[in-house]
DNA sequence: GAGAATACATACTAGCCGGTATGTAACCTC
DNA sequence: GAGGTTACATACCGGCTAGTATGTATTCTC
């Protein structure tokens, strides 16, 4: 009996069981016999698609976590309104944190914190899923301050560090006390301030 | 010829440099041997003081980065003017910023990230270092609008939990980017949003 | 100063983990 | 349909790690 071979689809199958793998445990204590359990797929085969461990993890990085973060902030690049999108990015994001997401915290922000500062190949990667999320939302305020729909002394580039970082660290805060109520709190704080961008006398 | 015991020396000098090895590795790929080379003390003496690795990690959580974190907001507990006095913690928190704490990152937040969700005893301890630290500050913005440093209508707890989770969110950002720069404009963003915590028309 | 408790030191073990060597069956090319 | 390449499968290895068993010297207690 013939068993079909669908290479595409069974290093697809190891790439999705490894991101999460890697959200459970983190890359370091990520198992890959555990991944293989998962999957069904034989370590011969796992070597077959990637040369180690670290490869399986650039690949995950790249092929799921990447577009994870693009397809959450997407819209905020072609918004008129640059605050109104952002809003709504939040509103949704926290309409789809279920209590796993709470209880392992964000993909992105927990191989940030576990691998930027020891491997280069994985800082590089995350760097470059971060800075363009920054600089989407900056490119993003300035469009907005050309029409009007944001203030014009704000610094686009600070405000959008800022942005990035109270989203990542206020999930993370509620990941530390296992509270989803945190993360509400959080946000109003942040949709306080991105309100606070707005110009001036905007109503009537 | 005798040689001196020190017990609680010893155990002082392990859990110091267990700190330090987890703020390099994380917990879980925290080697115990390589505390006891750094420290010179053997393997019995380890667990002679500690029952296992994972107490050993709740004695650094309790006994130095409980301590590590306070040192850090005392001066807002006590404050007048509890935004003035945040804006001075953040500004001496950046000058002691090294190289090493952008690589490494917040010991506070890596722990919480990698520990929080797996293990119920970290969680515990981390939580209550991360909320004594949110009530310290929701506690002096209460005082500070009870006094007039600060505008009425401002949701305490909310901002607090703002405060924390962005100033946590921007050292990991920073540490994902491997860039002082990243730090400097997030937390020049929560300047600005703590400057908008100020009562309208206090001047003149 | 005897006896007990404390504070170590040394040597060892069991388990897991990433990685490899080798074999084989499916598939593609011509 | 032969030959070569791809896509697996199986079995094994060496290294590291947390943890333990056991021994011993110091210190405390009385």
Redesign the pocket.
């Known amino acids: 009996?013939?068993?079909?071979?669908?290479?595409?689809?069974?290093?697809q199958r190891l790439i999705e069981s490894a991101f999460e793998e890697i959200h459970r445990n983190g890359f370091r204590s990520?198992?890959?016999?555990?991944i293989l359990k998962d999957t069904?797929?034989?370590?011969?085969?796992l070597?077959?698609?990637f040369?180690?461990?670290?490869e399986l993890g650039y690949a995950v990085v790249e092929e799921v976590l990447k577009p994870w973060v693009e397809q959450r902030w997407k819209s905020v690049v072609t918004a008129e309104d640059p605050i109104d999108a952002a809003l709504q990015v939040l509103r949704d994001r926290m309409e789809e944190t279920t209590d796993e997401m709470i209880t392992l915290g964000c993909p992105l922000n927990n191989l940030c914190q576990e691998m930027a500062g020891i491997d280069e190949g994985f800082q590089k990667r995350l760097n470059q899923i971060v800075s363009e999320w920054r600089n989407a939302i900056a490119d993003a305020m300035r469009r907005g301050q050309a029409n009007g729909s944001v203030r014009a002394d704000a610094d686009a580039d600070g405000c959008a560090a800022f942005v990035v970082g109270s989203i990542e660290g206020c999930m993370g805060m509620a990941k530390a006390s296992q509270d989803h109520e945190i993360l509400y709190k959080g946000m109003s704080g942040l949709a306080l301030f991105l309100e606070s961008l707005r110009p001036p006398h905007s109503t009537h």
């Not at 990520?30 to 555990?34: F, I, Q, R, V, W």
Request: glycine share 4%; aromatic share 4%; charged share 30%.
């Open positions: 009996m013939s068993v079909k071979r669908q290479p595409d689809l069974t290093r990520a198992s890959l016999e555990s069904n797929v034989t370590k011969g085969a070597y077959h698609h040369r180690n461990k670290t």
